[in-house]
């Protein structure tokens, strides 16, 4: 039998399980570059708004780090500006989370075992996973090309935004591809994936803060930096500017050695396990397991260590990045304003808008995983674990509990760690914000991303079933209202249902507790409904 | 003594398909009761009622006394429970597996674990991720038989286990019976009924259609006669209980219902005997019959 028989149904079969999924993430991004580029039309009708706020954008490391390098002033250069970073880590996370789905998740339901015993050859799986999520790459980036087009985009910048969006996409289909060889279980590979593109952002992020401005006052080199991530390859396309069609090669030299290595590794390795063989465990429990609790904490603290010190470190990096902000927008008024319009607010002091707007990116980190350690719930519950556990004498609420517990307080280290962080690498770095504020700046932001957790644990209890989707759809809409809101034009009042335009922008501005009242009070009572649904309703397995 | 299940008229319905549809289940206490049926009969559902993990439509469900939905955790503390599929967590070992479930039950004897993990040959350093089917239920099994409860339910907990771990599972079956215990033991090893189970329910379709002792249950089933006599045999087919007949000269073969056997035999007496063989009722007739798609109810628990 070949290595690769048996691929063709294995495709199929991958392309029906992700017949809405990926759809949805490629129509989305469709959709959300025609909403950004109608944006910046309406906002930046004439050549001299655009110059005047890209002269604004360049001169401020912490914009740059969010939204790349301006590579020009005609209206495609400002959608570039505006929405391509975003938009290469969105194919970033549909490639990784496609990939896992098609590979270790399979395996880890136990799916592989059964196709592989029907005439399927060993390489037929990842090569199905990868027939199917570059496909979508390549469709992702067809898409995105016609809506630009279609938008009345040039022709040239058109092709190289979706080119360099595909591709981008490949790059993490290939380091996904590796992460499922090597990892056990779907869930560490996921995290380890979506990590792997928010270090990209980062290391593309810090590359370009860091760049240098060219002699038009508008264009901004980026640092070597950059070029280390492949976030950062995409972004040096520089569609809508000086196309360099050379760079799309890089992405897609990684994809082949990751692809070659992940083959590789799938020769050296059994079904169902790592490369890394299972050590054996304590064959009797310690006591600090025995309790709801105590198993909650043992599920999760793997991911919980992985979020808190990602988190953390991420904080550093900003902190480090205040005293430089402030050096570089002395006097650049064109800059707060973008600054501001980041953050939520206007301030004086530009370094507190710029923490601010940190902070807000940093509350929906925490969301995040706040989402994610509630969904754990769930996949206990389908996984027929929570059944062995609710047939002894624990409770649902008392069950429930515990993981919430486990959410909640993740989530609290997280961000007053994280805050912590960002004012020790500003102290150090010369400025004077301080620990006390950031932390608390950090703190500030968890009401929100408790409001999120209400959510899942109101869709957990009241539609099991389909938790999953609506928790997540749920975060990407507080995402996509809260934070990009303004990006792609919406109305206030669609920007208000997301729990993310409710927090203070501290410390560009005084604490105050009525929003935080608010969104607690939210959270306490979604989570009472959810609470209370899950407590009624059978257990659905 | 109260029953320790009394269960009435259970009903439970997913969507459009009644999984439970009018159930009755008698288990006595300190009796091992067989729940017995064909895939898809119900036993699993009734199970996860009795447990409080499904909501009843409507009936009468009583365990040990209480309302399993709404005195869950009371009751939990007094059973042990082993489901059909084990899932446990892909990275903790057997033992922590084990003393979790045991402790979150209420607690486990020390000793009685590491008997039954010698029994049952378990290695518990193991992660439950590399455990094969057979040996996820060994710790379901351990986890449950450590605790001192009242009463087990037990949901097809031998389908994966070797013929030696059968026989290890059923002295444990035997020893928890003889302090007084009560279990429920859904499965589809007739042996293992036959040994174990004093009284028996069988479902079907969600309804039970056969509920009671072992001996009572032999009754219903036939028992196969053949004859030989120096005479013709005649007058058979006037008699009731008789099936199947086949009737050729001095010959003659049939099924006669258990409770009509005798009957038989006196009429049988008048004749000249040389040769009779008959085999004796087995519970698999019986099943088989119950579980055949063909037999409507009616004439089943006739
Ligand atoms: N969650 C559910 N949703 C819909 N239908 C269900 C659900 N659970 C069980 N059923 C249906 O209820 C019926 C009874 O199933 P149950 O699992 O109780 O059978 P069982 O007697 O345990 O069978 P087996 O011997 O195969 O274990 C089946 O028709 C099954 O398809
Ligand atoms: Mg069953």
């Known amino acids: ?541 | 003594m109260n029953d320790a299940l009394e269960v009435t008229g259970l009903v439970k319905a997913f969507g459009s398909t009644r999984a439970l549809d009018g159930l009755d289940l008698h288990v006595r206490t300190g009796e091992v009761h067989g729940f017995l049926g064909p895939n898809g009969a119900g036993k699993t559902t009734t199970i996860r009622v009795l447990l409080g993990l499904l909501h009843a439509d409507s009936g009468q469900v009583k365990v040990l006394g209480g309302d399993p939905w709404k005195d869950a955790v009371a009751l939990h503390h007094r059973l042990a429970y082993v489901p059909g599929d084990v899932n446990l967590w892909p990275n903790l070992s057997g033992g922590e597996a084990i003393d979790l479930l045991g402790d979150l039950r209420g607690g486990l004897d020390k000793a009685r674990r590491q008997e039954l993990m010698e029994r049952f040959q378990l290695d518990p350093a193991k992660r439950c991720r590399t455990y094969s089917k057979g040996n996820r239920q060994k710790v379901a099994l351990v986890a449950a038989f450590a605790s001192d409860v009242e009463l087990f339910i037990l949901d097809e907990p031998t389908s994966g286990l070797d013929p030696l771990m059968e026989a290890a599972f059923q002295q444990t079956v035997r020893e928890v019976s003889g302090r007084g215990a009560t279990v429920l033991l859904s499965s589809h090893i007739f042996s293992e009924v036959e040994a174990l189970c004093s009284r028996v329910s069988i479902i079907r379709d969600g309804r039970t259609v056969e509920s009671g002792t072992l001996a009572e249950l032999r009754h219903l089933t036939r028992t196969a006669v053949a004859v030989e006599a120096a005479e013709p045999i005649t007058g058979l087919d006037g008699l009731p209980g008789v099936h199947d007949l086949v009737a050729e000269g001095m010959r003659a073969s049939f099924d006669v219902d258990s409770a009509e056997l005798p009957g038989v035999l006196r009429h049988l007496a008048a004749f000249e005997v040389h040769v009779l063989t008959s085999h004796p009722p087995t519970l698999e007739k019986l099943f088989m019959r119950h579980y055949g798609n063909g037999v409507p109810v009616s004439e089943v628990s006739r």
């Open chain 1, 1 to 541: 039998m070949s290595a690769y028989a048996g691929t063709g149904r294995l495709i199929r079969l991958a392309a029906r399980r992700d017949r809405i999924q990926l759809p949805i993430w490629i129509l989305a991004s469709a959709a959300v570059m025609g909403a950004g580029v109608a944006a910046v039309a309406d906002e930046f009708p004439t050549e001299a708004g655009r110059v005047s706020a890209l002269q604004a954008a360049g001169g401020s490391p912490a914009v740059l780090l969010m939204r790349g390098t301006p590579v020009g002033t005609d209206l495609g250069a400002l959608v570039n500006f505006r929405n391509f970073s975003s938009m290469l880590v969105v194919v970033g996370l549909m490639s990784t989370f496609a990939m896992v789905r098609h590979t270790r998740q399979n395996e880890e339901t136990g799916r592989a075992e059964l196709i592989g015993s029907g005439v399927v050859g060993r390489h037929a799986a990842l090569t199905a996973a990868l027939t199917v999520t570059i496909a979508a790459n390549l469709l992702l980036g067809a898409l995105v090309t016609a809506t630009l087009l279609g938008s009345g985009l040039a022709v040239d910048g058109s092709l190289a935004f979706g080119a360099a969006c595909a591709v981008t996409g490949m790059a993490f289909t290939g380091i996904a591809a590796i992460a499922a060889q090597l990892f056990q279980g779907a869930r560490a590979t996921n995290a380890f994936a979506a990590t792997a593109v928010g270090v990209a952002f980062m290391v593309r992020g810090v590359g370009d803060a860091l760049g240098e401005r060219a002699a038009d006052g508008i264009q901004v080199n980026s640092a070597w930096l950059s070029w280390l991530s492949p976030l950062g390859w995409g972004a040096q396309v520089r569609p809508y500017g000086d196309e360099r069609w050379w760079v799309l090669a890089l992405p897609v030299a990684l994809l082949v050695v990751c692809v070659g290595a992940a083959f590789a590794l799938v020769d050296r390795r059994d079904l169902g396990a790592g490369l890394l063989p299972d050590r054996p465990g304590p064959a009797i429990a310690s006591r600090s397991l025995l309790s709801p609790l105590g198993l909650a904490w043992r599920l999760n603290r793997g991911a919980t260590y992985g979020w808190v010190i990602g988190s953390a470190v991420s904080g550093l990096a900003i902190g480090s990045l205040g005293a430089a902000v402030n050096d570089a927008m002395a006097g650049n008024e064109g800059a707060s304003e973008l600054l501001g319009q980041l953050a939520g607010t206007g301030g004086p002091d530009l370094v507190d808008v710029f923490f601010a707007a940190m902070m807000n990116i940093f509350g929906v980190l925490a969301a995040s995983f706040a989402v994610q350690i509630l969904l754990r719930l769930r996949a206990e519950e389908s996984g027929g674990q929570a059944e062995a556990v609710l047939a002894t004498a624990v409770g649902r609420a008392k069950w429930l509990a515990s993981h919430l517990t486990c959410a909640v307080g993740g989530a609290a280290a997280m961000l007053v760690l994280t805050g912590a962080g960002a004012g020790l690498a500003d102290a150090a770095a010369g400025g004077d914000t301080g620990v006390v504020t950031l932390a608390g700046a950090g703190l500030a932001q968890l009401p929100a991303a408790l409001a999120m957790a209400g959510f899942v644990v109101l869709v957990f209890g009241g539609l099991p079933r389909l938790s999953v989707t609506l928790a997540w759809a749920g975060l990407a809409l507080a995402i996509t209202f809260g934070l990009l809101g303004d990006v792609i034009g919406l109305p206030q009042s669609v920007r208000d249902l997301s729990p993310f335009s409710h927090v203070p922008a501290i410390p560009a501005v005084a604490a105050t507790a009525g929003p935080i009242v608010g969104l607690l009070a939210v959270a306490a009572v979604l989570t009472a409904a959810g609470a209370v649904l899950f407590r009624r309703r059978d257990l659905a397995l």
